[in-house]
């Protein structure tokens, strides 16, 4: 019935009526074509968005990640190497290790919840690591004075204990004779 109608309406105009309704149709197909592929757009370009936030995200957690690295490779090499200049490079890797978190922390303040709680974990174990950083030079100033000290008590038990072995000579041989 709404066929029929409709059918009635366009019988009953001019072939220019009919051209023009039909142009303004096509027109109107077009506008909502033009507008529905704008909005998937905008959408396509948060989604573009979103992906490079998440790849900075990645890029700079991977930082972090070699920071960690880096900073337990020059802990090792204080602890063996006991070299002064060493606890300085620990020092300085700290610090920007802290930085780069911080900064990853300031520049996202949309992360979740869960990853806002993950990220304030580590910085807080990150301080707590930097609080036994300053005891590392007291702990190496400690260790050498032990050393020291099981250095000079070894030089009288090796004497006591040739001592010892040398008053058994002299006892053995009293025997003897």
């Not at 757009?41 to 989604?47: A, S």
């Not at 690295?69 to 920007?96: D, H, M, P, T």
């Not at 250095?151 to 058994?168: D, F, G, R």
Request: glycine content about 4%; hydrophobic content about 45%; some cysteine.
């Amino acid at each position: 019935m709404l066929q029929t109608y409709v059918a009635q309406k366009i019988s009953g105009l001019s072939i220019g009526q009919r051209v023009m309704a039909g142009f303004s149709l096509m027109l109107a197909i077009g506008l909502l074509a033009t507008i529905f592929t704008s909005f998937n757009q905008k959408t396509i370009r948060d989604l573009f968005v979103d992906f490079n936030r998440v790849s900075e995200d990645a890029t700079s957690m991977l930082e972090i990640d070699s920071s960690i690295i880096k900073l337990q490779r020059q802990i090792l090499v204080f602890g063996q190497a006991r070299n002064a200049s060493a606890i300085s490079q620990v020092r300085e890797l700290y610090s920007n290790l802290l930085l780069e978190i911080e900064s990853l922390d300031v520049r996202h303040d949309s992360f979740e919840e869960s990853d806002k709680i993950l990220l304030g974990n580590l910085l807080l174990s990150i301080v707590k690591f930097g609080d036994n950083i300053d005891s590392l030079e007291e702990q190496r100033v400690q260790a050498d004075t032990m050393d020291a000290k099981l250095a000079e008590m070894t030089v009288p038990i090796v004497l006591l204990l040739n001592y010892s072995s040398i008053l058994k000579a002299v006892r053995a041989f009293d025997r003897q004779c």
